[in-house]
């Protein structure tokens, strides 16, 4: 059975850090990402790895800012949050493909349920 889990999520102010961890079980994933939804707006991607580790994918409007990994051996994909904004207030989204197909919300299987990020001005 897969299972994607979040957490890591939380209250922050504006400028500070946070990291997400998303554990990963059930299969192998050529491709982990991470999504974003903010109340009233589409599901958008954020950043995204693949299997290896040696390709990695930012949305502009947070390369810089952001940064991905995985430690296969722990079954596990990463997001390091620095200089946080207010607009990155949402609920955080894990998502794996089994496959590599794209960056859209639809190129992905699998999805986890969320953790909130808060960040205060």
């Known amino acids: 059975q897969v299972q994607l889990v979040e957490s890591g999520g939380g209250l922050v102010q504006a400028g500070g850090s946070l990291r997400l961890s998303c554990a990963a079980s059930?299969?192998?994933?050529?491709?982990l990402g991470w999504f974003r939804q903010a109340p009233g707006k589409e599901r958008e991607f954020v950043a995204a790895?693949?299997?290896?580790?040696?390709?990695?994918y930012y949305a502009d409007s947070v390369k810089g800012r952001f940064t991905i990994s995985r430690d296969n051996a722990k079954n596990t994909m990463y997001l390091q949050m620095s200089s946080l904004k207010p607009e990155d207030t949402a609920v955080y989204y894990c998502?794996?493909?089994?496959?590599?197909?794209?960056?859209?919300?639809?190129?992905?299987?699998?999805w986890g349920q969320g953790t909130q990020v808060t960040v205060s001005s």
């Open positions: 998502a794996a493909a089994t496959l590599i197909r794209g960056l859209r919300t639809y190129d992905y299987d699998y």
């Open positions: 059930g299969r192998i994933f050529r491709s």
């Open positions: 790895i693949t299997w290896s580790g040696d390709i990695t």
